[in-house]
């Protein structure tokens, strides 16, 4: 595949899946990427459903209460033919997420698809640059950022987007987001590997179209790392303030 047809969706928080309905039926994009928590484990069956009638890719997360007595906020991909085709449990969760009940992820997965491998970076794990390193390491081309709110205010605006223009340039591959349109600031966003801007919006209750080209740009290589001198990232303890 040389190109990608992707729409991000501002959507609004419904219950039900009327967002998807309305947005599913554009013709243009061939995949689809809806906020963090759009879906909910059981509505999953009835959005696959969806996905299958109208023969498109869906990325999103949804709350995720399929195991009795746990919470976890899940990354999902559903393919064209409305199955489930690769998953990621958010693993860096908010004190408010944590309050709330849900529990962290324990690994970070690429996913091979049929639109290539890609990975799933949920709200603000994007924030953290190990694990978009890693899903480059494993080759991924496209990381999907989906964020459960908006921005509080100019400054976290400001703020997603440099980081998501970074990961996209330290890593050599595409990071594409979009949130919920509620009170907070939408928005959504695309960066190519070369961290050039290809899509930056806000404000704004719709489908927003981009194309990403994969003829244009090379994946890094990596191979001036030194992982031998890295070993500090995970030999200590560096959670609270020294």
Partial sequence: MEKLKLGL???KEEKDLSELK???????PDVFLFPEGYLHSDNLEEACSIIRKNNKWLITSMKDKR????????????GPGGQVVGEHKKTSITQ?????GIIAGDSIDSVDTGIGKIGLSICFELHFPEISRIYALQGSRIIFNPIGTGMWNEQQYNQWNAVALARAAENGVFVVGCS??????????A?????????QTKDANKLIPVELDYT????????QRRPELYQELVKKDYSKPH
Avoid: M, R
């Fill in 9 to 11: 969706v501002i959507a």
């Fill in 22 to 28: 309305h947005f599913i039926s554009d013709e243009w």
């Fill in 67 to 78: 195991k009795a007595g746990k919470i976890f906020q899940t990354g999902i991909i559903i």
């Fill in 96 to 100: 408010y997420e944590n309050d709330y």
């Fill in 180 to 189: 919920h349109y509620n009170d907070a600031i939408p928005i959504a966003f």
């Fill in 191 to 199: 960066y190519a590997p070369g961290g050039e801007c290809l899509v």
């Fill in 216 to 223: 244009k740009y090379k994946p890094w290589t990596f191979d």
